[in-house]
């Protein structure tokens, strides 16, 4: 099975900060990763998918790249709204939809 | 707009068997992959199943093989996840969401979401 590592689990950042999320496919994934957001008490929202194709309405302030086994979330500048938890998760339907264990940005 | 609304939670001894229904509205739902998702409580997100836009093709992880069976009922815009053999560790938050289907890649991505139905396994 596919193991989907974050890294690292939280991390502390103050508003206007660039924040970088790293995550590490057990095997190779081509560019089949999507970043998902979750606020407390919220369903997730989808953020990027095939690693880094912004989904409709998120802000450019994110971005996503990397391909193979290593790949990276950023927030350019965070806003008050960005601390959340954010997954990452391999997106090859013939394999497990797998996620990463997540990452908390908090203040 | 795209509204998924999960039912059928609830309070389940272990060992006790309980169905899940989202009902879709707002989409073509026969259009769409559709998947379930759960959340244990503070825990992150644990992919369960995915379900093709006929039925025919429905993908388990690992850990409810054999237990959990998904399906669908298009034209009750609807989809169902039944559990059997519930344990204490299937507690969880469980959501259903829209899967995008993208070609060649085959990939998945869960766009629209429920806000989840609460399953508790306790005794």
């Known amino acids: 099975d596919i193991q989907m590592t974050q890294s690292p689990s939280s991390v502390s950042a103050s508003v206007g900060d660039r924040v970088t999320i790293t995550c590490r496919a057990s095997?190779?994934?081509?560019?089949?990763l999507a970043w998902y957001q979750q606020k407390p008490g919220k369903a997730p929202q989808l953020l990027i998918y095939a690693a880094s194709s912004l989904y409709n309405g998120v802000p450019s302030r994110f971005s996503g790249s990397g391909s193979g086994t290593d790949f990276t979330l950023t927030i350019s500048s965070l806003l008050p709204e960005d601390f959340a938890t954010y997954y990452c998760q391999q997106t090859n339907s013939f394999l497990p939809l797998t996620f990463g264990g997540g990452t908390k940005v908090e203040i | 707009q795209v509204q998924l609304v999960e039912s059928g939670g609830g309070l389940v001894k272990p060992g006790g068997s309980l169905r899940l229904s989202c009902a879709a509205s707002?989409?073509?739902?026969?259009?769409?992959?559709m998947t379930w998702i759960r959340q244990a409580p503070g825990r992150g997100l644990e992919w369960v199943s995915y379900i093709s836009m006929s039925g025919s093709t429905v993908y388990y992880a690992d850990s409810v093989k054999g237990r959990f069976t998904t399906s669908r009922d298009n034209a009750k815009n609807s989809l169902y996840l039944q559990i059997y053999s519930l344990r204490a560790e299937d507690t969880a938050l469980y959501y259903c969401?829209?899967?995008?289907?993208?070609?060649?890649?085959?990939?998945?991505?869960?766009?629209?979401w429920g806000q989840g139905t609460l399953v508790t396994v306790s005794s």
């Open positions: 095997q190779h994934i081509s560019s089949w």
């Open positions: 969401a829209t899967a995008e289907y993208a070609v060649p890649a085959a990939t998945l991505s869960f766009v629209d």
């Open positions: 707002g989409f073509t739902f026969s259009d769409y992959y």
